[in-house]
């Protein structure tokens, strides 16, 4: 997909009845192909949906989303909705190549050489700071992968990647209320098992 950079020129000051200032919509703006939008857009969904994924597919979740977001770029332009339904479309796409990859692996068990182990060991950040939040974050993520499934998508989906109900239950093809339901469980069972462990 060739995209060029558009923003959209600023109103002519001298424009009659132009006296409000219309707000920059970057997903407007990247649906009209502007490069910096999308980048945007990308910067906005992308912690969220990495999340969800790391929970599904584990260490795959970066191969995953990468290949959310090609599918992604390729059928941006049969998208239509707001920010809101951009975000929920973006996990069902991830899900769905989630789903594809599990489907994959269970078919064909992943070997990985020693060497290539350990060099994914290693990590980039330098900082106490980023160390810690990387840490508070794969333990969240940890603790909510062992709810059942169903409990930990609808909190992932409502917590982490910040859908409402109704947009979850899409992505999940269930009713709102049954995500609810099963986001309400899942953070009961969260916080009961944290109690437990700081008892």
């Given at each position: ?5 558009r923003?959209?020129?600023p ?38 949906l990495?999340?969800?994924l ?7 979740a970066?191969?995953?989303?990468s290949?959310?977001?090609?599918q ?6 049969s998208?239509r ?5 951009f ?6 796409v ?14 064909r ?10 060099a ?17 974050t794969?333990?969240?993520l ?7 499934r ?8 409502r917590v ?5 109900a ?6 999940l ?27």
């Amino acid at each position: 997909m060739v995209v060029t950079s558009r923003r959209p020129s600023p109103p002519d000051p001298g424009d009659e009845g132009l006296t409000r200032h219309i707000p920059f919509d970057p997903l407007h703006a990247a649906l009209a192909g502007d490069e910096e939008a999308f980048r945007a857009l990308y910067r906005e969904v992308h912690p969220g949906l990495l999340r969800y994924l790391r929970v599904l597919v584990g260490a795959d979740a970066d191969d995953v989303a990468s290949e959310t977001w090609l599918q992604v770029c390729r059928d941006l332009t049969s998208f239509r909705g707001d920010l809101a339904g951009f975000r929920a479309w973006c996990v069902t796409v991830g899900r769905h190549r989630a789903l594809d990859h599990l489907r994959r692996t269970r078919r064909r068990p992943e070997t990985v050489a020693a060497e290539a182990h350990l060099a994914a060991l290693a990590g980039t950040a330098d900082t106490a700071d980023a160390a810690a939040d990387a840490i508070g974050t794969e333990r969240a993520l940890a603790l909510i992968a062992t709810l059942p499934r169903d409990q930990a998508e609808a909190v992932l989906l409502r917590v982490v990647v910040g859908l409402d109900a109704e947009s979850a239950g899409k992505v999940l093809g269930k009713r709102a209320g049954a995500v609810r339901t099963a986001a309400y469980r899942g953070l009961r069972r969260l916080a009961e098992t944290l109690e437990q462990r700081h008892a």
